[in-house]
């Protein structure tokens, strides 16, 4: 479900509100899906593990591309059509943050 959501919405053309829309499709798929799974058995335990590190890092991608406005490479976006090196010649790192992330652009030396 996971890989759907991304191919869909954050895949190799993106634009702000497809991307949104992938955050939210999987906020809620982690709130309402991984709630009902009853994992009891080690590979049970470990395909829930294995969907909740889905959402997690899918939900990572689809931040990274959200924040990093412009066209670069394999990141295509559509309401940014060009690669902007003045910007964004970089790189954006994750911290977790709580419950959540966060996420610093830092740009080459």
Do not use: Y
Request: hydrophobic share 35%; glycine share 8%; charged share 35%.
């Amino acid at each position: 479900m996971t890989g759907q959501i991304l191919w869909k919405e954050s895949g190799i053309l993106r634009d702000r509100e497809e991307l949104e829309r992938a955050l939210d499709s999987l906020r809620r798929t982690g709130q309402e899906m991984l709630p009902r799974i009853d994992a009891q058995t080690p590979k049970e335990i470990l395909e829930k593990m294995e969907v909740e590190n889905a959402i997690l890092v899918g939900e990572m991608i689809t931040r990274c591309a959200t924040m990093r406005e412009e066209t670069r490479g394999s990141h295509f976006r559509r309401d940014f059509l060009k690669m902007n090196d003045r910007k964004w010649r970089g790189n954006i790192f994750l911290k977790k943050a709580g419950e959540g992330m966060s996420l610093a652009f830092h740009p080459l030396e």
